[in-house]
Nanobody, 126 residues
Framework: QVRLVESGGGLVQAGGSLRLSCTAS????????IGWFRQAPGKKGVACFR??????DYADSVKGRFTFSSDNAKNTVYLQMSDLNSEDTDVYYC?????????????????????WGQGAQVTVTS
């Protein structure tokens, strides 16, 4: 079992930036995919990373504004969020899975997560 802990959420004005972090108690190398999801309604993936080939992609609504990165030495992945707008307001979670990879549907990514973090609130004010 792995514990995922997000940090870096907060309040930001429209047009601003935030960086979310997700630190694992173990190694991300035990999992096939890592995703960042927003809460509502039904967790929808805004970024998905597939470890086997380094595939990284984003939900249509955030493409060009959000960037996934990782620091293996720190067992931490990041979501750099830029040019934020009020529609980005949500709780954001990181998650990991094995075997499924990243499934794109309807503008977002999905997978059956093995583990979720506790979430980080992002609030964008106009």
């Amino acid at each position: 079992q792995v514990r995922l802990v997000e940090s870096g959420g907060g309040l930001v004005q429209a047009g601003g930036s935030l960086r979310l972090s997700c630190t694992a108690s173990g190694s991300f190398s035990d999992y096939d995919a890592i995703g960042w999801f927003r809460q509502a309604p039904g967790k929808k993936g805004v970024a998905c990373f597939r470890r086997s080939d380094g595939f990284t992609d984003y939900a249509d609504s955030v493409k060009g504004r959000f960037t996934f990165s990782s620091d293996n030495a720190k067992n931490t992945v990041y979501l750099q969020m830029s040019d934020l707008n009020s529609e980005d307001t949500d709780v954001y979670y990181c998650a990991v899975n094995r075997g499924q990879g990243c499934v794109y549907f309807g503008g977002y990514y999905y997978f059956d997560a093995f583990y979720w973090g506790q979430g980080a609130q992002v609030t964008v004010t106009s």
